[in-house]
Structures are given as C-alpha cells and as structure tokens.
C-alpha cells in the first residue's frame, strides 16, 4: 500500500486504500493477460468465439465497442427461439426458416 | 471479533422495532420493481422465450433493484444524523453489527422480493384471471423461486459491492452501481486501446477464453474471491465506523 501514499492518498482509511489498491491490480492484472493470451494464440480465440452461445455474444457484445460478434439464425433455433418467416430478420444468405411444425 | 448471542437476538429486536416502517417501504418498491419480473417470466412462457436469466443486461437491472432497496433500507439512518450517531453507539460488536447487516442485505431484501413476486402472481391467478385469462401452460411457483435462485447466485459478488458501498455514511448504494458500470466500462476500452496500439488496428481481444471450460472455473474463483473481499471491507468499514 506504499504506492498509495505516494499518489496522495495518505489519509483516507483503511478500507477505501485496499479497494482502489485491489481494484487497480485486478485492472492491470486482467488487460496484461487479455492481451498477451490473445496476441499469442489468436486462431483458437477466434475458434472458441465461433461457439459462443446468445448470452454470450450478448454480453461480449454489451461491454465492448468494437465487437465483430453477429448473432446467427441456427443460434437463435439452438437457444430455443421460435423464429417466423414474416418477423426474422434475414441474414446474408438465401435461407428461409420454417414455422414450427411445417 | 467478540460475538454474544444474547447481544446480537437484541439488536434483531431493536432493528425491528426501528426499522419497521422502512422495512414496509421496501415491500412496497420491491412489490412495483417486481412487476418487470413478473411480466419477463410471462412473456418468456407465453411465446416459448428463453428468459434472459444471468446476462449482464438483467444483472444490471438485479443490481439497481437491491441498490435502491438497501438505500430505502437505510433511509432513518442516512436521513438524521442523531439516528446514526445512534446506530455507531449501540453496545454491540463490530462482528454482531456486520453479522446484522449481512442478514438484512443477503437473506432478508432476496426473501423480499421473491415472495413480493409470488404475491403478484398470486394476484395474477386468482384475482385477474378472468380479465386477461390464465397463466401460461408450464407455470410453477417452484420455477419462479428456480428463476429467483439463478439470478440471486448470478448477482451475489456485485451484491457485496453495493452492501460495502451502502456502508458509507451518506447515500452511496446507487454510487455503487454506478463504480461496477465505470469499472467494466474502462477495462474495455483500456483493453481494446491497448490491443489496437499492439495490433496497429482495432482488434475484439476482450476476454479471449470466454465461453471455455477454463475460464468458467477462474470466473467462479474469481466472484468468489470478490465476494470474500467485499465481505472483509464491509467488516472493516464497520470497524472504522465507530473509530
């Protein structure tokens, strides 16, 4: 906790020096080993986010910016959607999606 | 960490008898916030929709539920100061105190809100029925309760967050949520910033093993180390109160 006294905070009490103190090393901790896990093995990354379910994409897609992550029709169907000719939204390819049942 | 039985059975006693009027006041926000719930769990029965339990949107939402719910908890507290000039001086251990708080935020307010939303299915089966027809086929008060448990786990180490936060002595439950968002929001972009400098272009490096075996057992270590730390800083907090 010497770091912390030299930024300034000195007098501030115990439990607020540990969160920043613990909260700045979890952030460090997490983008050095994002980015070193990804720059060094990035073909099995992308094939791991290729089996990405809905939720998943979703909450990738939710804290970050830049996310290349589309939702595909056979994800929709594999995660229990019911999807209708007249309301989905149509991806790049000519596929139609049966109603339930036919 | 002095611990009395006796003592603590008399501060449950003295935190009915005070808070009983906020208590009311939780029951009747949680009875609206609950609403959203309970339309969530029909819609996703009535049109065969997974429900969107455990995702980072309806974290969010659980999170500012209990955020508001813990704050109008402590409303006699943060409102007067002779009130909470009060709460630092009673004859009670630090450990008694945060044993106190541990119950009212982690089993109390969840106990709460799942029986606020049974009452309103409640309401729903026999008292709309004949309005808006009945409960969709596959409906159980066992699913709600499953549904309940699911987000309730799913939320547990960012609840302890807001009740470390909450411990503070003015308003600071809602603060809290707001620290989680700002957290998460400048990990991202320090992390795809720092990913562009190296790659020379925008790259998607966030969280690269997400969705692997591997990373669900370090994210379970993870909220359970988180959860622990808060649970260590609400104690000290409390400690540090009554210095």
């Given at each position: 906790?010497?770091?912390l006294?030299y930024?300034g905070?000195?007098?501030?009490?115990?439990?607020?020096r540990?969160?920043?103190?613990?909260?700045?090393i979890?952030?460090?901790?997490?983008i050095?080993?994002?980015?070193i896990?990804?720059?060094s093995?990035?073909?099995?990354?992308?094939?791991?986010?290729?089996?990405?379910?809905?939720d998943?994409?979703?909450?990738?897609?939710?804290?970050?910016?830049k996310s290349?992550?589309?939702?595909?029709?056979?994800?929709?169907?594999?995660?229990?959607?019911?999807?209708?000719d007249?309301?989905?939204i149509?991806?790049?390819?000519?596929?139609?999606?049966?109603?339930?049942?036919? | 960490?002095?611990?009395?039985?006796?003592?603590?059975?008399?501060?449950?006693?003295r935190e009915l008898m005070v808070g009983?009027?906020?208590?009311?006041n939780?029951?009747?926000?949680?009875?609206?916030?609950?609403?959203?719930?309970?339309?969530?769990?029909l819609?996703?029965?009535?049109?065969?929709?997974?429900?969107?339990?455990g995702d980072?949107?309806?974290?969010?939402i659980?999170?500012?539920?209990?955020?508001?719910?813990i704050?109008?908890?402590?409303?006699?507290?943060t409102?007067m100061?002779?009130?909470?000039?009060?709460?630092?001086?009673?004859?009670?251990?630090?450990?008694?105190?945060?044993?106190?708080?541990?119950?009212?935020?982690?089993?109390?307010?969840?106990?709460l809100?799942?029986?606020?939303?049974?009452?309103?299915?409640?309401?729903?089966q026999?008292?709309?029925?004949?309005?808006?027809?009945?409960?969709p086929?596959g409906?159980?008060y066992?699913?709600?309760?499953?549904y309940?448990?699911?987000?309730y786990?799913?939320?547990?180490?960012?609840?302890?967050?807001?009740l470390?936060?909450?411990?503070f002595?003015k308003?600071?439950?809602i603060?809290?949520?707001v620290f989680i968002?700002?957290?998460?929001?400048?990990?991202?972009?320090l992390?795809?910033?720092?990913g562009?400098?190296?790659?020379?272009k925008?790259?998607?490096?966030?969280?690269?093993?997400?969705?692997?075996q591997?990373?669900?057992?370090?994210?379970i270590?993870?909220?359970v180390?988180?959860?622990l730390?808060?649970?260590?800083?609400?104690?000290?907090?409390?400690?540090?109160?009554?210095?």
């Amino acid at each position: 906790m010497k770091i912390l006294n030299y930024i300034g905070i000195k007098k501030v009490k115990k439990s607020v020096r540990l969160l920043i103190g613990v909260w700045l090393i979890v952030l460090v901790a997490l983008i050095s080993f994002d980015n070193i896990v990804y720059f060094s093995n990035r073909e099995e990354v992308e094939k791991n986010r290729e089996k990405l379910s809905i939720d998943q994409i979703r909450n990738l897609n939710m804290i970050s910016t830049k996310s290349n992550l589309t939702i595909s029709e056979q994800k929709y169907i594999d995660a229990g959607y019911i999807l209708d000719d007249q309301d989905t939204i149509k991806s790049n390819s000519n596929d139609t999606i049966n109603k339930k049942g036919e | 960490m002095e611990f009395n039985i006796n003592r603590f059975i008399a501060l449950l006693k003295r935190e009915l008898m005070v808070g009983s009027r906020n208590y009311l006041n939780v029951i009747f926000i949680l009875l609206i916030l609950g609403i959203k719930e309970v339309s969530s769990i029909l819609f996703s029965l009535e049109y065969n929709f997974p429900l969107d339990n455990g995702d980072g949107f309806s974290i969010l939402i659980g999170i500012l539920t209990i955020a508001v719910s813990i704050q109008v908890l402590r409303a006699s507290e943060t409102k007067m100061k002779s009130n909470f000039g009060n709460s630092i001086l009673i004859p009670a251990s630090s450990t008694e105190k945060y044993l106190l708080e541990f119950i009212k935020v982690f089993i109390v307010i969840p106990v709460l809100y799942t029986s606020s939303i049974i009452f309103l299915f409640l309401i729903r089966q026999y008292l709309l029925t004949n309005l808006v027809g009945e409960l969709p086929k596959g409906f159980s008060y066992l699913l709600v309760i499953k549904y309940q448990l699911k987000d309730y786990i799913s939320i547990l180490p960012l609840y302890s967050i807001v009740l470390y936060f909450s411990l503070f002595k003015k308003q600071m439950a809602i603060l809290s949520v707001v620290f989680i968002v700002f957290s998460v929001l400048i990990f991202s972009t320090l992390d795809q910033l720092i990913g562009g400098v190296i790659a020379g272009k925008t790259v998607f490096n966030i969280l690269p093993y997400y969705g692997t075996q591997g990373f669900n057992t370090f994210l379970i270590i993870f909220e359970v180390g988180l959860f622990l730390f808060f649970q260590y800083l609400s104690y000290l907090r409390i400690k540090e109160r009554e210095v």
